[in-house]
């Protein structure tokens, strides 16, 4: 399976038109076609349903998308480290973030950073903790950006000196809003919005003990936009992050008793990271 023929089965998978995809790809519709025939014959299963005008992928298609896009990045990622200059640091350097407070803290890292190496780019991922360490374990990513509670037994970390406080986001018509803080008891009676996450959930449900039964769970999300959104619709209140936005239709209220959580810079261990991811983390280090 050669990387051009996994480069040309996502063109067409993009572009579901394989005439589309071979005049983007600069080779003839024959050809093309020709390809991914011999990559269906090569792997033993059908790719693509092939209509009269369109293509659109099988479930083993869609499984190889997902493969073929780690695979060309990986491949994309190893050929821009080796083709930087050595006497200027420059290359890309691909941070997967949770949503968190202290990406405000990373954001003033990279740009001091930058400003010493104007050539380095960054890469950000947003997704939560799970889907960030997988990554990082393919090598996709060279650092990650972690809300706790999270398993960093594999890898090298720096704690960050901000914590990330828990509450709610509610509309600014909820009868919490005038609240300073919302308790357990407030929260058994409110449709709530929660993290997807596991590990998020036992700790939420630890604060909230003895209500944690009584609870009204709506709806959990994995980013937080899609939450808000929730939250401005009517589904619920969400339990989140404060992180220092605002809306105007909307308010942002803490738990009490307060909860609070830390985050972390994470990299594998044994890993010969980039020069410039490298470099980063030194930066990180001396910043904190």
Not at 82 to 109: Q, T, V, Y
Not at 112 to 120: A, D, E, I, Q
Not at 140 to 146: E, F, K, S
């Amino acid at each position: 399976m050669e990387l051009r023929v996994l480069r040309y089965f996502l063109m067409t998978a993009r572009e579901e038109n394989i005439t589309r995809a071979a005049q983007l790809l600069h080779i003839t519709q024959p050809t093309l076609s020709r390809q991914l025939m011999q990559l269906e014959e090569e792997l033993g299963v059908k790719l693509f349903h092939r209509g009269k005008y369109n293509v659109s992928l099988t479930e083993e298609g869609m499984l190889l998308k997902r493969r073929a896009q780690e695979l060309v990045s990986l491949s994309d990622k190893t050929v821009s480290e080796f083709s930087r200059k050595d006497e200027i640091l420059s290359g890309e350097i691909s941070i997967g973030c949770g949503e968190a407070r202290s990406m405000s803290f990373l954001s003033d890292c990279i740009i001091s950073f930058r400003k010493k190496h104007s050539l380095v780019q960054f890469d950000i991922y947003s997704a939560i903790a799970d889907d960030i360490k997988e990554r990082i374990e393919k090598g996709i990513i060279d650092i990650g950006l972690l809300v706790e509670p999270v398993d960093i037994g594999k890898y090298e970390f720096l704690r960050l000196p901000a914590k990330e406080k828990w509450g709610i986001w509610v509309r600014k018509d909820s009868e919490l809003a005038g609240k300073d803080a919302v308790t357990p008891e407030d929260l058994s009676k409110v449709p709530l919005i929660t993290a997807r996450r596991e590990a998020v959930k036992n700790e939420i449900a630890s604060w909230f003990g003895d209500y944690y039964d009584e609870l009204n769970i709506v709806a959990a999300y994995n980013l937080g936009i899609n939450a808000i959104t929730m939250v401005r619709q009517g589904v619920g209140a969400a339990l989140a992050f404060d992180l220092g936005v605002s809306y105007d239709d909307m308010c942002f209220i803490p738990l009490s008793p307060v909860r609070e959580t830390g985050s972390v810079i994470v990299w594998k261990k044994n890993q010969v990271l980039p020069t410039a991811a490298k470099m980063f983390i030194e930066h990180i280090k001396n910043a904190i």
